[in-house]
């Protein structure tokens, strides 16, 4: 306190210089209306600009709220697509008995950590076993195809993606429903190959590749890729896909349950 006492004394002509001017100006602001008029518009200004800047940071952390929301929305939608309900339809004689159950479930996830040049790329997302992940469940993106769960924790997941040297998908063409098989030749992550296409397919480029049903991973009918372009290689068409999925731009994906996988599984098991 002493020190302060000191410092106000040895600075008192300054000090007052300041409140003499502070005072002035208030003066001339409360009094002289042209000056008041500019004053206010100036801190109209200045009021606006932080409301400003205040709205973006609101925004700013509004925003992921928004996105975790409209993913847990767009996973409702998948679920009541066509392609994520199993048909128990029977049809015998006229006599028609239809009916549809889920067989498909859609787990929300965000992205963690993403790789995308590497020969065997991998992406980790932040849900594990106890939201009922499991290891070899599909997953997918709003865009197309992603990737296979290959191993879980409790709370996140590996995913080995479409752009790994160990992955495989069995592929059709939308339109005549042939089908090769898609595998990644660790170059171009925009790029994938389409394989053992039989030599009497017609292709264009263009066509659209979606997945089938013959691998049991994913559900028939979700978004591969486009020819860019084909080639004959031995007995069989290959084709180079431009995919669907950019995969240095993946936020939030979907992992895919599907209800139904273990009763096939069993099944098929039975005659290897």
């Known amino acids: 306190m002493r020190d302060l006492f000191a410092f106000i004394g040895k600075h008192s002509f300054i000090l007052l210089f300041f409140v003499l001017q502070i005072v002035s100006f208030i003066l001339i602001i409360n ?14 200004a200045f009021q606006g600009r932080i409301y400003s800047v205040t709205q973006k940071i609101t925004r700013y952390f509004w925003l992921d709220f928004a996105n975790q929301r409209l993913v847990a929305e767009n996973a409702k939608l998948y679920e009541n697509q066509g392609f994520s309900k199993f048909d128990h339809s029977i049809n015998v004689s006229r006599v028609t008995d239809t009916a549809y159950s889920q067989q498909y479930e859609y787990i929300p996830a965000k992205v963690l950590n993403n790789s995308s040049n590497k020969p065997n790329n991998f992406i980790t997302i932040n849900k594990g076993w106890k939201h009922g992940i499991a290891k070899n469940m599909s997953v997918i993106c709003p865009s197309g195809i992603v990737g296979i769960v ?26 005549s429903g042939y089908y090769g098989s898609l595998l990644w030749n ?31 991973l994913f559900p028939s009918g979700i978004m591969v890729g486009t020819i860019e372009s084909f080639y004959q290689k031995d007995n069989f068409f290959s084709a180079n896909v431009l995919l669907s999925t950019d995969f240095k731009r993946i936020d939030y994906v979907y992992v895919v349950k599907d209800l139904y996988k273990e009763e096939r599984e069993i099944l098929e098991n039975q005659v290897q």
């Open 150 to 175: 290959v191993r879980t924790s409790k709370n996140f997941s590996l995913i080995m993606t479409v752009l790994n040297s160990q992955f495989r998908v069995s592929t059709k063409f939308k339109n």
């Open 31 to 44: 009094f002289n209306e042209p000056q008041k008029t500019r004053m206010g518009v100036v801190s109209n």
């Open 186 to 216: 660790g170059e171009n992550y925009k790029i994938a190959t389409l394989e053992e296409i039989p030599l009497h397919v017609i292709i264009n480029v263009g066509d659209t590749l979606v997945t089938n049903s013959y691998s049991n």
